[in-house]
């Protein structure tokens, strides 16, 4: 499967909120490495964030800086999966929340851990 357009620019933003966003402390320098990226996407990719974003923003406002915490690719939702059949791809739903709730724990991406989601009957 070759991937959408659309696709390669939300792992593309994921990638720049890795490597930068997630060592920012300052709330203004959130905001102003979000709104650059809003604009390149606008720019360079004819795009706006608002249309890719539509399934981590919240209902009826525009995409800001923190709903895009909740941007979350990787590779181990196939922990069987070796090689070249190891994808890459977005996460979402009720495991991108545990994820994005440990990171907030721990204060920085989860690379290499192996996290158990259990869920618990009432």
């Given at each position: ?18 490597v ?16 650059m ?18 399934n ?53 991406p989860?690379r ?10 009432n």
């Amino acid at each position: 499967m070759k991937p959408t357009k659309d696709y390669q620019i939300r792992l593309w933003t994921h990638e720049i909120l890795r490597v930068f966003f997630d060592r920012l402390v300052d709330e203004k320098d959130c905001i102003m490495l979000f709104n650059m990226i809003k604009g390149t996407v606008k720019d360079h990719f004819s795009k706006s964030m608002d249309s890719l974003f539509t399934n981590i923003k919240r209902e009826g406002l525009p995409i800001d800086h923190d709903d895009m915490k909740s941007l979350i690719f990787g590779d181990y939702m196939d922990p069987d999966a070796e090689g070249d059949d190891r994808l890459y791809k977005e996460i979402s739903g009720q495991f991108s929340s545990c994820c994005l709730q440990a990171r907030l724990l721990i204060g920085r991406p989860i690379r290499g851990v192996q996290i158990k989601v259990y869920q618990l009957d009432n």
